[in-house]
């Protein structure tokens, strides 16, 4: 026995040494990619030495003597810290990500062959200005001199991650980088799927009046009556299942109410405590880890340029010069149109047009995948646009037979010069400047702010589709492509596009929320982003009578709710102060808790608040009664709680009050029923999942961001290495945004939010500042991949300094780059 446990004890420490060499192994061949940030290096493609020094942040500061040889230490820098991301995100445009992940993501790269993006990007290249095609070509070479400097040196392959899955990285190239502002336009872009969801709700509801309750417009001015959908497509079903979503983390396309969001104020001289401009800005997008910004300086002829970039792209896309500011919001541009386009029953390579029955315009692609036979698409376009498949956002369920869908996105442009337009808005030197240069902007659409010295401004930039008045669905539906009234008739002239310039009142802002009244064709939107942070951030701003840096500051990390202040009152109205005192341990005492902590709460989304989460989950489960009653399982596709919807409801605007009623009961409850069966429902489901003990509940615990790692997030054991979680304070309808998930059974989770921050002050500008939400770095062994996460979750920000001394004083180290 003795002899058995010694052999046991000796193949117990053989094992564990294995394993400490087996870890000590990975961690020696992971730790190889890791970048010297203190180095020189001959690289071909200079016309003289390129310095880089990183600040204590990890922020690379660029010098060059020429623009090319700047953008080229861009493209090397970018390359250092965040390859692996590069690499994925060109895969994943190219429609190339199943050759790395197999047959999981073939339905992703499907969608991308059809769009046809990435061949969109190589035939916009000769679009761009003589200046964008040299700094295209630098970055490129900047890129490619990282790479060859990984090859010569066995540098790890370059990031941790391409040990773990064979994907090879062929030389970066110009187009690369136009498409990924293509690949940032169909991660911003939400029409698609409004279209079909308002489509099917269409079909599924029994009084077409009841359709602008539930998907309602913006607070303003109504519209005209749409069209019913099934008058259009006789014969579809009241409700079809469709395909299931892909929630793959690499899918690029975003669930509905996940497309871009942003927030961007500026007050003029007349406002602001120092006599200068201000401008803040926080753009919003999906979180992940390492973040889709990345902080970076470059120094042009024109002088200096800080702010956020995105690998792969050689722009700062949000920042400041000396002399000017800019922030981007999402517009909410209506830039997509569905085309339900009739095939030719006698020949089914033809579909109608208005001059009768053409042939579409196809063309073979192969999708090679990782261990299995590769797939041959043939891809088919009309008119209109590419044809998508119809388990693309469900579109099956609004497609008759015999019929398929195409898509009208001013993306889809072979002369997309966006990418020009980037380049010139960093050389601008005005406010007049910028506007001009944004012209050639074609998509996503943005909203601009911008200040210099004397001026703030605003401004919708991007394309803007030029429809007939008289189109069927004021481009709120899928439409008869085949009727000359639905076809896009070029674009609307950029003059036309919103435009504010020195307001009287000095103050300037956007939250993705309605910006005008104009109507159909000149109306850029009926979907707007949001109807709530705009009456917080008027509150702020009038507050005020001049402004400061903090000022600012202190309005992008509020976290009091206008929606929480407002509606609460509305839904409670009948429940508060009522009833007789209950038993400890019975709902109803359950109910009078909740509510008595509910009645004395300011409506502040403070992560360590229990209120918040009972708030939020009362929300929920409102709007799961209300709807779920007349939609069937239509209502699962409602994640998100519409606060338009429920005021309209509660205070019956024309009509509402009847989603209170259930139809299948024999009852009629009122809307204070539904209010007190939905607080039981959410004091429930936080009992199941954080405990009946209501005063000690944290939102935080519920509300973490999820900075997950889009590869190696839901690996056992490795996910605790790359996955960045935090306990975070906001919500869906606070300025500092915290879009949740709304999906079980973690619906709060916050996926969506502010990655990246800054404040400009050009009366002082190197006090502006500016954070991302995880660190500059994308390799998980860096110091740097989260080191700014801690700093984002305080609402602590970094120095946006341009003076070269400041970074050189303290740096993380000093590449220099010189000419082989």
């Known amino acids: 026995m003795r002899q058995v446990f010694r052999w046991l004890m000796r193949i117990a420490a053989g094992l564990v040494v294995l394993v400490v060499l087996a870890v000590g192994l990975v961690y020696f061949l992971a730790s190889q990619s890791l970048p010297d940030y203190d180095q020189t290096e001959q690289v071909t493609g200079i016309s003289g030495p390129v310095e880089i020094i990183r600040d204590n942040a990890n922020v690379p ?4 003597e020429t623009d090319p040889d700047v953008f080229f230490g861009l493209g090397y820098a970018h390359a250092q810290d965040r390859l692996w991301q590069m690499t994925m995100m060109r895969r994943t445009v190219q429609g190339r990500l199943s050759e790395v992940f197999g047959a999981r993501t073939a339905r992703i790269d499907r969608l991308l062959r059809r769009l046809d993006l990435y061949r969109l990007a190589q035939q916009s290249l000769a679009a761009q200005d003589d200046y964008t095609r040299a700094a295209l070509e630098a970055y490129a070479a900047g890129v490619n001199a990282r790479l060859s400097e990984i090859n010569e040196k066995a540098l790890g392959r370059g990031a941790p991650e391409m ?14 980088s136009i498409a990924m502002i293509k690949l940032m336009g169909l991660q911003l872009s939400g029409h698609l799927e409004e279209e079909v969801l308002r489509a099917r709700t269409s079909l599924m509801l029994d009084d077409p009046a009841r359709l602008l309750d539930i998907l309602p417009d913006a607070p303003g001015t109504g519209i005209a009556a749409l069209p019913e959908y099934a008058q259009m497509f006789p014969g579809l079903p009241r409700y079809a299942e469709g395909t299931p979503p892909d929630d793959d983390p690499l899918s690029p396309f975003p669930k509905r109410g996940l497309a871009g969001a942003s927030n961007a104020w500026a007050a003029a001289p007349s406002r602001s405590a120092s006599g200068g401009t201000l401008l803040a800005n926080d753009p919003h997008l999906g979180f992940s880890a390492p973040s889709t910004w990345y902080l970076a300086r470059i120094e042009l002829q024109d002088g200096g340029v800080i702010g956020a970039t995105v690998p792969g792209i050689p722009a700062i896309l949000t920042g400041r010069s000396r002399k000017l500011g800019w922030g981007i919001t999402s517009s909410y541009l209506d830039d997509q149109d569905v085309f339900i386009e009739r095939v030719n029953p006698q020949n089914p390579d033809e579909y109608l047009t208005p001059d009768g029955y053409k042939p579409f315009e196809t063309r073979p692609s192969i999708i090679q995948i990782k261990d299995a036979a590769p797939i041959t698409l043939t891809l088919r376009w009309t008119e209109n646009g590419p044809v998508l498949p119809g388990s693309h956002y469900k579109l099956d369920t609004v497609t008759p037979p015999g019929h398929v869908a195409a898509l009208g996105w001013t993306a889809l442009t ?105 109507p159909f064709p000149n109306h850029i939107s009926y979907v707007w982003g949001d109807t709530q942070r705009i009456n917080r951030w008027q509150r702020l701003m009038q507050a005020r009578q001049v402004h400061t840096r903090d000022s600012l500051v202190e309005a992008q990390l509020d976290t009091v709710s206008f929606t929480a202040r407002s509606l609460l009152p509305l839904i409670g109205a009948d429940l508060w102060f009522t009833g007789e005192a209950a038993a400890e341990g019975t709902p109803e005492r359950q109910r009078q808790v909740a509510l008595s902590l509910l009645a004395e709460w300011n409506g502040e989304m403070n992560e360590h608040l229990p209120e918040p989460l009972i708030y939020a989950a009362w929300l929920r489960a409102l709007q799961t009664r209300l709807i779920e009653d007349d939609l069937g399982p239509l209502a699962d596709d409602f994640k998100h709680v519409d606060p338009v919807f429920i005021e309209r409801v509660y205070r019956d605007i024309d009509g509402a009050a009847v989603w209170c009623d259930v139809r299948r009961s024999a009852p009629k409850e009122t809307c204070t029923d539904m209010a ?33 790692h889009p590869v190696l997030g839901k690996v056992p054991l490795l996910r605790y290495f790359v996955n960045i979680r935090q306990s975070t304070s906001g919500g869906d309808n606070t300025l500092q945004r915290g879009r949740t998930s709304g999906e079980d059974p973690n619906p709060f989770l916050n996926v969506h939010g502010a990655g990246y921050r800054g404040v400009y002050d050009l009366a002082d500008p190197d006090s502006s500042v500016f954070i991302i939400s995880t660190g500059q770095s994308g390799h998980f062994l860096s110091r740097h991949y989260d080191d700014l996460a801690q700093l984002w979750r305080r609402g602590e920000y970094i120095p946006m300094s341009l003076d070269v001394d400041l970074a050189r004083a303290a740096s993380e180290g000093i590449t220099r780059l010189i000419p082989r």
């Open 676 to 708: 007190r069966l939905a607080l039981d429902d959410a004091l429930v489901w936080i009992g199941e999942h954080y405990g009946t003990a209501l005063e000690s509940l944290r939102w935080g615990d519920a509300h973490q961001a999820t900075h997950d």
């Open 163 to 176: 040990f773990l899955f064979n994907a090879p990285m062929a030389p970066w190239v110009p187009a690369d």
């Open 61 to 64: 500061h660029i010098f060059g």
């Open 414 to 518: 072979p002369d997309d010069t966006t990418m020009s337009a980037a380049m010139d808005l960093m050389r601008a030197g005005t406010v007049r400047q910028a506007i001009t240069a944004a012209e050639k902007y074609v998509a996503p659409s943005q909203n601009l702010m911008l200040i210099d010295a004397e001026t703030i401004a605003f401004k919708t930039i991007g394309a803007v589709p030029r429809r007939d008045p008289q189109q069927q669905s004021k481009g709120r539906l899928p439409v008869q492509g085949w009727r000359t009234e639905n076809r896009w008739q070029g674009r609307q002239p950029y003059a036309s596009n919103p435009e504010f310039i020195s307001p009287r009142g000095g103050i300037l802002g956007n939250t993705n929320n309605k910006i005008l009244e104009r």
